[in-house]
């Protein structure tokens, strides 16, 4: 039954999406919340969730990537099982694509769940953010045929080097372009498993 769940529950997900053009706000806002309270017993609505969110006003965007992120650090940070799935390593392409503001994702780095895949992209991200108005040059793509294409595999365009590869190069960026941003701040984990 847990297998069938999970195809009803990546079904439903992909089904928000492809009629997220046609709900009203109010049902977009509905959508997205049901499939965050998803996200605390299994990570299949990711993926869609982060493809709904991009339907969003910036403020209700930044708003709900920072919250599917947090989600995702709170389940690295609070689980042995760290799925690295290909499924769950995508959304956290998907999530971190989701982001505009630099400071919303600054602040991510703070948590204790900022590790492996979902730190790499989330460096990637704020660079992009950063330095390439926002525009996707480091983290997978979307191309024209709806395929998901790494800019590495695209060799006539040139993926510019990077400048912040590390949490320490963030940090540096920073602390000399951001003086008021407070680097000692922590975010708290919040423990997604059963009590």
Request: aromatic fraction near 8%; glycine fraction near 2%.
């Amino acid at each position: 039954m847990d297998c069938l769940g999970k195809h009803v529950r990546v079904a439903a997900g992909n089904s928000l999406v492809s009629l997220a053009r046609s709900l009203t706000p109010e049902q977009r806002v509905k959508a997205v919340e049901s499939l965050i309270a998803s996200l605390n017993k299994s990570t299949e609505a990711a993926i869609p969730l982060a493809k709904l969110i991009a339907f969003f006003e910036p403020y209700l965007r930044d708003r709900y990537s920072t919250e599917l992120l947090t989600i995702m650090q709170n389940r690295l940070a609070s689980t042995l099982d760290n799925s690295s799935t290909v499924d769950w390593i995508a959304s956290h392409r998907f999530a971190c694509l989701s982001m505009l503001n630099s400071r919303s994702m600054a602040s991510r780095f703070q948590h204790p769940g900022c590790v492996d895949d979902l730190r790499e992209f989330m460096l990637m991200r704020f660079e992009e953010l950063l330095f390439h108005q926002g525009n996707s040059v480091y983290i997978l793509v979307e191309n024209a045929s709806k395929s998901l294409v790494s800019p590495i595999t695209l060799e006539k365009q040139t993926t510019p080097l990077r400048r912040i590869s590390t949490l320490y190069d963030a940090a540096e960026w920073i602390i000399e372009n951001w003086p008021d941003f407070d680097l000692e701040a922590n975010q708290p984990v919040f423990w997604l498993g059963e009590n």
